[in-house]
């Protein structure tokens, strides 16, 4: 089994090598916020190896601005379907 990487840190390089490249590349314009935010232990950093059992892997919550959400949302929805694998550093969760 690889090493375990940390659900905040495994979440912030998903961010950072997939899905900002992603929506750079196909929507330049687009005003947007991306967090990982809700329940779990990664999102407060007490995971640990035994937490990738459980609703565990790399995600990520957009938020669109409201000028953009009804323009943009299916296209950036689309788009990201079409170009983000469902296998991250091993993991297999999006």
């Known amino acids: 089994m690889p090493n375990f990487i940390p659900g905040l ?9 997939v899905i900002r490249p992603c929506i750079g590349q196909s929507f330049p314009d687009l005003r947007y916020s991306a967090a990982l935010i809700g ?3 990664e ?18 919550m957009l938020f669109l601005s409201e000028a953009h959400y009804d323009s943009q949302k299916d296209n950036l929805l689309q788009k990201l379907h079409e170009n ?7 993991c297999n969760k999006l």
């Open 43 to 60: 999102v407060l950093g007490y995971d640990t190896e035994q937490s990738t059992d459980h609703c565990w892997g790399p995600r990520i």
């Open 9 to 17: 840190e495994l979440n912030a390089r998903f961010y950072t090598e």
């Open 84 to 90: 983000v694998s469902t296998v991250f550093r091993i």
């Open 39 to 41: 329940e779990g232990s």
